[in-house]
């Protein structure tokens, strides 16, 4: 058989197509998988009651994001579980999906979050789904260990300013190291203390869950969080994005 140069272009071109067609395929699902913009969304569900002084409406709306009563939170009890919700979810639900789907592509980014789902309906200790609920919590937290102290990583990287006075980065990684391991999650303590400490905020503290008073260690530094930190926050997870971005192509280029 000979192969002509029409032959060529024609595989050519047919695999082109086919890369073209399998990169979508691969970035819709990639999409799909992630869930930043429905995490913005649902914080300024909360944030904009809150700048109207609108508590009863802040606080049906945060109820839909944290398991803790929300019945008499005040202004700022509101603003420290929403973003201490952008700010762990920012690391489950966005920057541990794009993680697996770099480490191991569609499979991986597919893996990762039906494990993350199966944590999310049976993670917590009931007796119904004890011990299923136990290995489902056990093997998302394996899978989102290294994700979140990247994700701790780059929100202290993301609280950088260039005016030294105002150079959050050093306080979040210290409130990463010293602070992240008393949290009873081992991957959400890291998170939140390196994201409180690049908002110069406190999170953490007590809590209402079902009817009893739990008290959780002191996340951060600095002030209580107040309304406008939750747009903070919010703004904290798209720059760690564009770090986590930039990060990636760099490392694609020098692989190329």
Not at 64 to 74: A, F, K, V, Y
Not at 100 to 118: C, D, H, K, Q
Not at 225 to 245: G, H, M, S, V
């Amino acid at each position: 058989m000979v192969i002509t140069p029409i032959m060529l272009a024609t595989l050519w071109v047919d695999q082109i197509v086919e890369g073209f067609w399998h990169g979508l395929l691969a970035v819709l699902i990639l999409y799909l998988a992630i869930g930043r913009q429905s995490l913005i969304e649902h914080a300024q569900r909360v944030y904009q009651p809150l700048l109207k002084d609108n508590l009863d409406a802040a606080r049906q709306q945060v109820a839909m994001l944290i398991s803790r009563d929300t019945q008499q939170l005040n202004a700022s009890e509101i603003s420290r579980a929403t973003c201490e919700s952008v700010l762990e979810n920012g690391s489950d639900a966005l920057f541990a999906a794009i993680f697996w789907f770099a480490v191991a592509g569609v499979p991986g980014v597919v893996l990762y979050r039906v494990v993350n789902t199966l944590d999310a309906m049976w993670g917590y200790r009931s007796e119904r789904y004890l011990y299923f609920g136990r290995i489902a919590a056990r093997v998302d937290d394996v899978m989102n260990w290294i994700p979140a102290r990247l994700t701790a990583l780059s929100y202290s990287l993301a609280g950088w300013h260039w005016q030294a006075s105002k150079n959050t980065c050093g306080t979040a990684m210290r409130c990463w190291w010293r602070q992240g391991r008393s949290w009873k999650s081992p991957n959400a303590g890291p998170v939140m203390a390196a994201g409180a400490g690049a908002l110069g905020i406190q999170l953490g503290g007590g809590g209402i869950y079902h009817g009893k008073r739990v008290e959780s260690p002191l996340l951060g530094i600095g002030r209580p969080a107040a309304p406008l930190d939750i747009d903070r926050a919010c703004t904290l997870i798209r720059k760690a994005l564009l770090i986590w971005l930039t990060a990636l192509f760099i490392i694609a280029w020098v692989l190329s």
